[in-house]
């Protein structure tokens, strides 16, 4: 795929640079979109939610995979009772392509250092780790 804005970065920007760049771009969107939301209370819905935020991110340039989970949330009882996306509830993982390089990030809670973290988690070059 042709890209029409590569001439905007930084001229020594590496292929497997840039699709990390997609990466966070895909993770942040997708963590300050939603986090906050209203959930529903029906575990179906929330799938369905999932599937509509993976297919949110998807519409964004160069993305190949997207996966996103809602873990177990509990609504509070009542009528005015509700849980929102809290960021302990949420994971996802994004895979993108730039030219031949491939990231796979990552966004989920990680309970040592009480924080959302986006992270790296595999870097393919040319087809190749």
């Given at each position: 795929m042709s890209d029409p804005c590569e001439v905007y970065f930084e001229r020594t920007t590496t292929p497997s640079e840039r699709a990390a760049f997609e990466a966070g771009i895909?993770?942040?969107t997708?963590?300050?979109q939603f986090t906050g939301m209203p959930l529903p209370r029906k575990k179906t819905d929330l799938?369905?939610?999932a599937r509509a935020m993976e297919s949110s991110i998807m519409a964004q340039p160069f993305r190949r995979k997207v996966k996103v989970?809602?873990?177990k949330v509990r609504g509070e009882a009542g009528v005015y009772g509700y849980h929102h996306l809290d960021p302990k509830n949420l994971e996802a993982t994004v895979e993108v392509e730039y030219k031949r390089a491939r990231v796979t990030a990552r966004l989920r809670w990680i309970?040592?250092?009480n924080y959302p973290l986006m992270?790296?988690?595999e870097v393919k070059r040319n087809g190749q780790r």
């Amino acid at each position: 795929m042709s890209d029409p804005c590569e001439v905007y970065f930084e001229r020594t920007t590496t292929p497997s640079e840039r699709a990390a760049f997609e990466a966070g771009i895909a993770l942040a969107t997708l963590f300050h979109q939603f986090t906050g939301m209203p959930l529903p209370r029906k575990k179906t819905d929330l799938i369905r939610l999932a599937r509509a935020m993976e297919s949110s991110i998807m519409a964004q340039p160069f993305r190949r995979k997207v996966k996103v989970r809602i873990l177990k949330v509990r609504g509070e009882a009542g009528v005015y009772g509700y849980h929102h996306l809290d960021p302990k509830n949420l994971e996802a993982t994004v895979e993108v392509e730039y030219k031949r390089a491939r990231v796979t990030a990552r966004l989920r809670w990680i309970k040592d250092v009480n924080y959302p973290l986006m992270y790296i988690e595999e870097v393919k070059r040319n087809g190749q780790r």
